[in-house]
């Protein structure tokens, strides 16, 4: 009898090990399937977001844009600088800093819908009008126009 039992033991803990290594095994597919449907839908996402200009956040900041320069005819190496931070309504501020040997100085313009209450610098102006247009972060400025001795 004594054998009979162990046999039916062994009998049974190889079908319960059966029984927990198909479930393990349902359990990791299923999670498989689930982990590479989310894995779609992310990348669905973020395809969608890259590829379009709707953000479902209109208030986030999302176009930026730099225009560097030489403001002041004491130095050069374009160390001034205008940067417009932009959300897709056209809100934000444009940050500007003059730059010179002795002294810096720096200027905040709010934005509303692409266009700022205060008058903007041409560099400013274009900082705004890249962000928009989604030139990124590196903008050359327009060469300025010189005044000459007859227009002064």
Known sequence: ?????????????????????????LSGLTAYRRSATVMRECNAL???SAGSRDIADPHALRDVAIVKYD?????????????????????GIVLSSIN?????????KAVVAGESTQ?????????VQ????????????????KKSAATA
């Open 71 to 91: 403001a002041l005819n004491e130095m050069t190496g374009r160390f001034s600088f205008s940067l417009a931070m932009l959300n897709a309504c056209g809100d």
């Open 119 to 127: 008058n903007l610098s041409p560099e400013e102006a274009q900082a």
């Open 46 to 48: 973020v395809r969608d």
């Open 1 to 25: 009898m004594g054998i009979v039992l162990i046999v039916m033991t062994a009998v049974a803990l190889s079908i319960a090990g059966v029984l927990a290594g198909t479930l393990g095994i």
């Open 100 to 108: 010179g040997r002795t002294e810096t100085r720096t200027y905040a």
């Open 130 to 145: 890249s962000a928009r247009l989604g030139h990124g972060l590196s903008v050359a400025a327009a060469p300025a126009v």
